[in-house]
Structures are given as structure tokens and as C-alpha cells.
């Protein structure tokens, strides 16, 4: 897949491609959908498709306070978007001067000059330019294909990043994988941590994660996906710590099933099936063990086949 970095003008191979438009934080099937529609009208004009999107999330410009937490982060809604099939990749800056331009302003010096559009696929109600005054007519004035995808529903629930946000904090993360159309994931290295998981013998592989959406804190019934392909399942602690009050940092903690080997420094993907309990403070080491040995019990009795 091809980025064009902001400011960098679309080449000669990307003339004419069709152009998905959008935030796309979560990469759910709503944002599927448009990518589809993009793939399929970009194969029958045999011209490429690509996605344009922005950072950062107009949001955090120009209502810093009301921003949502990300659901993905940069590099991980690009790796997402290449898996989706597209060609290209055009990030936009998202700034007050780009917020400032008119609809046909922002068609013209963006979707023409810079990306030299053949055409875009949008939302339905996309608004655009300044004060959201550009609609899908101001769109279909520009450019010879505009194509208006309706939303992904749910039965009665909208496939939408902030409906899934929501369900994600509460740590209904079954839930929300009906409306991402896959279990929702977080990923990082593998790092150390206190090594309190060896010594009442159950190891745990720390994964350092950088989102800024996190669950709900507690325990998830889990599938842990190694770098080489292999898949385990696993029990996941989300949260501080309380037993031994070790900080105020949000660690995942992750026991693998059937698993003996060393994951340090290694990517690990973990897709939380389900929310088993709240994380809560224990009186003693052993009862800490005896519940972990339950969660165990718990996941495994809640894990469906990978």
C-alpha cells in the first residue's frame, strides 16, 4: 500500500483513483463497507482505491475537551487499512487552516490538486469543510463519482466508533465485536514486569500498550496471537494491580494456556472474547492464587474455538 504523508501529492499511477473519506478510528464494518465500495467501483473503472483520512482526529482541533479516546492508533489503523485491500493511504493534517476552507475550497485543493481524485465514496450525511457546511451535492459537483454508502446496523445498534468506544469502557467487548465485525484487540511487545506471576506459579506476559481507549479494568477470557501465526488462549488481567499497589499504570497481563517459552520482546495481539470480573484488591497471596485459578477455570469455559 502506498502513504502519501501530508502534503505529499497523490503520483501518476494514483490519477483518477477512488478516494474512501474518513476518520476511521476502530476500522469497524461501517468502514468496511465504504472500503468495499471503494474497491468495487475503483476494479470496475480499473483505477486504484485508496483511503484518505486525518490526523490528527478533527476532534482533538477543534474541540480538544470533548475528544474522543482513540479506539486505534496511528500505525495501527494504517496496518488495518493495507489488511482491508487498498491501494493507497493519504493522510491529511487536520489543522485550523483546513478547518477554515469552504466546501468547494477543500474539493479543490485537496480531492484536485493534491490527490487528483477520480472520485470518492462517503457516509451517508458526510459534512465536510468550514463549520461542516459541505455536503454530498458540493461533493458530487466536484468530482464525476461520488458514491453515498448508507450506515452498518446492528439489529437496532449503529456500527459507529462512538457506540463501540462506549461499549469497550464498559467492558462489553462482546458487544462490541458484532459492530467492529472482529473481537477487539490491543497488541504491543512483550516486557518485563515484577515477575510476580512466576513466583505463585503462574507466569504472565506483560504487553506494553499504547492506546489511548482502554477497557474496562478486570479479567477477560482471551485469544493471544504469537508473531508466528500460533494462537493460544489465555486469561487477561486489565488493571493496577490493587493487591500489591505496585502503581497507578494500566498493565495487560496476559497467562497463555498450554504455553512454555519466552515471549519477551515480541509482539502479542490479545482479542478479549469476554469481561469475566472486576479487578479487586485480595487479602493474601492466597487468595489471590485460588482466584486466578478460578478465572482460569472461567476462561477456558468461555473461550469458543479461535
Sequence with gaps: MRVLPPGVAAPDELAGAIWAIGNFDGLHRGHQALFAAARARATSSRVAAGVLTFEPHPAKVLSPALAPRLILNAAEKERGIAAAGLDALAVERFDAALA??????????????????????VGEGFRFGVHASGVVDDLRRALPTVIEVRPVREGDLLCSSTKIRELVLEGRVD???????????????????????????VPTANVRVERELLPRLGVYATWA????????AAVTNVGLRPTFATGDDVRFEAHLFDFAGDLYGRPLRLELVTHLRDERRFASVDELRAQIGADIAAARAALPPP
Design 100 to 121: 477554515a476552507l469552504a466546501p468547494d475550497e477543500f474539493c479543490a485543493r485537496v480531492l484536485g490538486a493534491r490527490l487528483r481524485a477520480g472520485g470518492v465514496v
Design 175 to 201: 458487544a462490541a465485536a458484532l459492530l467492529l465485525g472482529h473481537r477487539y484487540w490491543v497488541e504491543g511487545p512483550v516486557v518485563h514486569g515484577d515477575h510476580r506471576g512466576r513466583t505463585i506459579g
Design 225 to 232: 496471537a504469537l508473531d508466528d501465526g500460533t494462537r493460544k
